[in-house]
Every structure is written in C-alpha cells, then in structure tokens.
C-alpha cells in the first residue's frame, strides 16, 4: 500500500465505531477465528450470518469483551480494548443482548427497565427516593413505548409473551442511551408473527444508533440490515448490501442451500 493509502485507511479506521483488526481466536488446537477484519461506523445497521460452527457468536464476544482474542486488536471509538473485559463496554456506550433472555422475571416491566439503568450507572438501590429515581422511571415508561410495550408496562415479565420478552430485552439494552447495540439473535425462538413485530421494532429505532446483530433468521436479518457480513469456518466470505448477499452463489452455496431462502422465505 502506497503512502496516501496508507493515511487514508488509518484516518478511515480512526473515524469508525468499531474496528477489528486480524482477530484471531484459538480455542486449544481448534481456531474459531481466522484473522476477522472489521469496521463498522456510526449509524450502520451491520447483521452477521453464517451456518452453525461460523464464527459468529464468537466474534460478537470478542466485541463485547467476553472472550480475549488470542492475536489482533479491537478498537471502539478509538480506544483499544482488546484486553479489556467487558464490565468496561458500557463506559464507552456499548450495550448487548443475549441469545437466552435475562430477564428479571418477577418483575414488571417498569422495574426492568429501571433496573437496567441503575445497573448500567453503578448506582444502588436506596430506601429514600431521589430525583434520579424519578428519571430513571421517567425513562423506563418512555422506553416501554418506545419498544411498544406501554401496555403491560406493569405486568411482571414473567407472563409476557416471548416476543414481549424479547422487546422488554432489546428495550433494557437501548434505555441507557447506548451510542452502540448489540443484538445476540434476537428473532430466536419468536413465532412468524413475532418476528415481523421485530423487524419493525428494529426499523423503527433512531437512526443514530449503530446496530449489531447475529442472527440466524435470514428474513429477519436482511430486513433490518443495512450490511451483510458472512462468515464461515471463522473467516469473512462475503460482505455486502441484503440484495447482493441474496443473490451471492457462494452464500447461497455455503448458508442457504436453496432458492427460497434466498428470496427470505420461512424455513
């Protein structure tokens, strides 16, 4: 690479959210990543996908700080993080959901949201209220019609259904004001109903915040996505717009092995 693209690609990097930079995982003598380069910048709505034994779930944990990659660096907002563990993310406002929901289920919906934020802020619970608490409600009713949960907003979660439980989820992840979000298959489970519900939930977020999600869902994940990235046998094969990852013949070989998914077909 020549000087100026040399430049170019460093102020390139330095400008993005998220960067990773030949990430290598080794799990003993099995490598789960091969070298992963990533960048993603604000405002992108990134998906990755890939069959079982990917790479994907172990990418996103070293994002999020779970696992510690064996070589290469990740960046966030211009900060090496690479050996910093994930209790840190949420200082540099980056927010995550798991696969198996982790929920307060005795809860209301309310006392979730609020409770995602005293976690997120250190702060402890106390018998006498403040005006902090009064904010935090504030913004708990506000996120509950935000994930369009208002209606059982004081239902304990618990008896929502598992879709509500997945808004309640996605809904504790954004109520902190994260600047970066990142969703762990959050169509997971959901019926074909449920799943439509999602994805407008997710086009209907401010377009502000960055998005990453796995998911193995293909409909789901092409609709909300602005970016394709797959991944198989730990390594990037194809990255892209949903129309060019639809019609991709190595994709389609190596994840959806039929036509009809490739034109978003239920499996």
């Given at each position: 690479m020549n000087t100026d693209a040399a430049?170019?690609?460093?102020?390139?990097?330095?400008?993005?959210?998220?960067?990773?930079?030949?990430?290598?995982?080794?799990?003993?003598?099995?490598?789960?990543?091969?070298?992963v380069d990533l960048q993603v910048w604000k405002g992108d709505r990134l998906a990755l996908l890939g069959p079982n034994g990917a790479g994907k779930t172990t990418l996103f944990n070293v994002i999020a700080g779970d696992v510690k990659p064996t070589s290469g660096r990740v960046t966030i907002k211009g900060i090496d993080c690479t050996e910093l563990p994930a209790r840190f993310r949420p200082r540099l406002g980056v927010a995550r959901t798991y696969q198996k929901t982790r929920l307060f289920r005795g809860l209301t919906v309310e006392d979730n949201l609020y409770l995602a934020q005293t976690g997120r802020s250190g702060r402890h619970l106390?018998?006498?209220?403040?005006?902090?608490?009064?904010?935090?409600?504030?913004?708990?009713?506000?996120?509950?019609?935000?994930?369009?949960?208002?209606?059982?907003?004081?239902?304990?979660?618990?008896?929502?259904?598992?879709?509500?439980?997945?808004?309640?989820?996605?809904g504790m992840a954004l109520v902190t004001g994260p600047e970066f979000v990142m969703l762990d298959e959050p169509a997971s489970g959901l019926s074909r109903g449920e799943r439509e519900r999602l994805v407008q939930l997710l086009l209907s977020l401010d377009p502000d915040i960055t998005l990453l999600l796995i998911e193995h869902d293909m409909d789901v994940a092409l609709r909300a996505a602005q970016r394709v990235m797959v991944m198989n046998e730990g390594e990037t094969v194809a990255s892209g717009t949903p129309d060019e990852i639809r019609v991709d013949p190595l994709v389609h070989a190596i994840y959806l092995g039929s036509e009809a998914g490739l034109r978003g077909a239920d499996p």
């Open positions: 430049a170019a690609a460093s102020a390139d990097r330095r400008g993005s959210l998220l960067n990773l930079e030949a990430v290598v995982v080794a799990f003993g003598g099995l490598q789960a990543l091969g070298g106390a018998l006498l209220r403040s005006g902090v608490d009064a904010e935090f409600r504030e913004r708990a009713r506000a996120m509950a019609e935000t994930v369009w949960l208002a209606d059982v907003i004081g239902v304990t979660a618990g008896d929502l259904s598992h879709g509500q439980q997945r808004q309640l989820e996605i």
